[in-house]
């Protein structure tokens, strides 16, 4: 006598349950969010800048009151511009830091660049960029953000200084980039602080 291999599944599944190895309900499915199908909107002018809020009401944010910590280099890393930086925003409102500004100034430049705006909000998402890589220079001039290893910080002001420069934007506070090698390397300092 033969016996198959669904036949043999299908007894140590009879016999599994005999001895309460399988619950007799059906497991419930968590259903996520289509985080790529979130949409940009302006809500205001000051969302994802430093000391606003404003994100934390924003309609249109799917973590408004989520404090995501690590979960957001999951959604920075495996979700478009627009989830991205909302989770940034949201972590910046939550923890005030110079990595959540910057990637959150970051994300602003993306949307403005892809044109994952409204029509007509062009020149609005450019600038609410340029305010919050100025956010970066303004309150968090020495903040550092690491490479994928973790272990190897870099500065995030020399970037914030070129993501302004980037978008067109004039850089203001006196901040003045300044070669730091012969091999073309620089950073940024502010003569006088």
């Not at 499915?29 to 969302?47: K, P, Q, R, S, W």
Request: hydrophobic share 40%.
């Amino acid at each position: 006598m033969s016996i198959t291999r669904h036949t043999l599944a299908a007894l140590l599944l009879l016999a599994m349950s005999a001895l309460g190895c399988v619950e007799d309900e059906a497991p419930e499915y968590v259903f996520g969010d289509n985080l790529n199908a979130v949409e940009f909107a302006v809500f205001t002018t000051e969302v994802g800048i430093h000391p606003s809020q404003d994100v934390l009401k924003d309609p249109n944010n799917p973590f408004y009151d989520q404090f995501l910590g690590d979960i957001k280099w999951d959604i920075h890393g495996g979700s478009g511009n627009v989830p991205a930086f909302y989770a940034w925003a949201t972590m910046l409102a939550f923890e005030a830091t110079g990595e959540n500004q910057f990637y959150a100034a970051t994300r602003l430049r993306d949307i403005y660049y892809s044109n994952e705006y409204p029509d007509g909000y062009g020149e609005v998402v450019r600038s609410m960029a340029i305010r919050a890589f100025q956010s970066v220079l303004d309150n968090f001039p020495d903040s550092v953000t690491f490479d994928a290893t973790g272990t190897i910080p870099f500065p995030l002001a020399p970037r914030a200084y070129e993501g302004i420069v980037e978008l067109g934007g004039t850089v203001e506070g006196g901040w003045v980039q300044v070669p730091i090698d012969d091999l073309g390397n620089t950073t940024v300092i502010q003569p006088g602080q």
